[in-house]
């Protein structure tokens, strides 16, 4: 779109700061850092190459917000944001250093701290491996359909809202969305929109949804079974795992950053026995899943587990019986479990054979119910009953100090975070007692 100039504070400030040198010419971004262009700088304000002049009371405002990009036009500087009356969002164009990102009513929807849109968006594409047909799910400012049409034959992006569409128009960034003819946008709910596609037509699926908070319907087990269908290359499910592993290194990079700490990574797999089983049902009563043996369930993990940089991987397998021979195989250091869960021979031999091959165990003991009173019994009675269970299966006590994790018994889906910190609370005073005391219990 040619002759589309937009600046936000991030080009404005410079030009201010040469206005004392006026009359005189300088280099300076139209376009959001994407080229550079001579201007003219007078007393009055910044001739445009189009001849136009910005006065330099219009200059400043600009300068003076670094929360907006602003539209530039007959003189006059219109701020790029747009207010949805049908999902009642407020979209805003802001400005980084390189491309900009979009607030949807005050949250960014790219990672822009430590990196930029532009940079978030070439490490998704180097996990996705575009090629051939694609089917991006989330287009917002289209960043990740521009990218892949760069190496895809064809992509569909998808767009709930038609008023980030606007957002786009005004974004010199988001051009090639309306440039490309690769590239094809599609309005409406994706869950809906993908329900219409027919099976087996796109090579790679790039889903990078909005927060769950936005959009939870896209993070269903329904919906990734569409985008299933769709695929015409099954084990591109592989590059979607990829991405996971990305994503997670890139949080996990941050966090050991920010606080200079030792990092871990849990892996909650509460589907992980249904899969195995086949209990989960397809897209349609034609699309059955069928079930995944534990060697292939092992194998993935495994994968995912050799590709996370966390200094230690945890695998919740807390609302299952556990499938020991997954949790062994797939190189986790450490297995959570309910322990009331671990009943007949199978699985005592399996949390047996786990504990003596050097396999770390959680074990879920504790609840939001559970206070811890001035004597100590109640903590000292669970720790008892952890003791004895590794008696009855012959376990060295010892084991107690060393391969033994004890948290809450399932997670913590209600309550309030008093109850949530009585149960952890509960947990170390339990674990204190094992270490200490396992040969006295």
Known sequence: MSGLIVLSHVQAEPLLAARAQAPCRVMASLDLNLTQS?????????????????????????????????????????????????????????????????????????????????????????????????????????YTAIQAAGLADFVLTIELDPTVEEVCRLNPWSQALFDNPKIERQFGDAFDVVETLESGQFNRVIHDPPMFSLAGHLYSQDFYAELYRVLTDRGAVRDLTDALIEGVNNHVRDVSTRFRARVSVQLDEPLLAAVNNGDLRGATDFNPLRPVNVRDLAERLAHVVDGLTADDVLLNQTG??????????????????????????????????????????????????????????????????????????????????????????????????????????????????????????
Request: charge should be negative; charged fraction near 25%.
């Open 320 to 441: 299952y019986a556990p499938l020991w021979d997954v949790a062994r195989e797939s190189g986790v250091t450490t297995v959570q479990v309910n322990p009331d869960l671990v009943t007949g021979t199978a699985q005592l031999d399996g949390f047996g054979h786990a504990v003596s091959g050097g396999l770390r165990v959680g074990l879920g003991i504790t609840d939001t119910d559970d206070r811890i009173d001035e004597l100590g019994e109640r903590p000292r009675s669970k720790a008892v009953a952890v003791a004895r269970f590794f008696d009855q299966l012959g376990l060295d006590r010892e084991l107690l100090t060393t391969v033994v994790d004890v948290h809450p018994r399932s997670g913590i889906p209600e309550g309030t975070l008093v109850d949530a910190a009585h149960a952890y609370r509960m947990a170390v005073a339990v674990e204190r007692m094992l270490v200490t005391d396992a040969g006295d219990l």
């Open 38 to 142: 001579e201007l003219a700088l007078t007393g009055e304000g910044v001739v445009l190459p189009d001849g136009q002049k910005l006065p330099w009371p219009v200059v400043e405002t600009i300068a003076g917000d670094d929360t907006a990009c602003y539209h530039a036009q007959g003189g006059e500087a219109t701020k790029i944001q747009f207010f949805s009356e049908e999902m009642n969002r407020l979209y805003t164009l802001y400005p980084t250093l390189s491309a900009p990102t979009m607030l949807i009513s005050g949250l960014p929807m790219h990672r822009i701290k430590g990196t930029d849109p532009y940079r978030d968006t070439q490490e998704k594409i180097r996990a996705a491996r575009p090629a051939g047909r694609v089917l991006d799910t989330a287009m917002g400012l289209g």
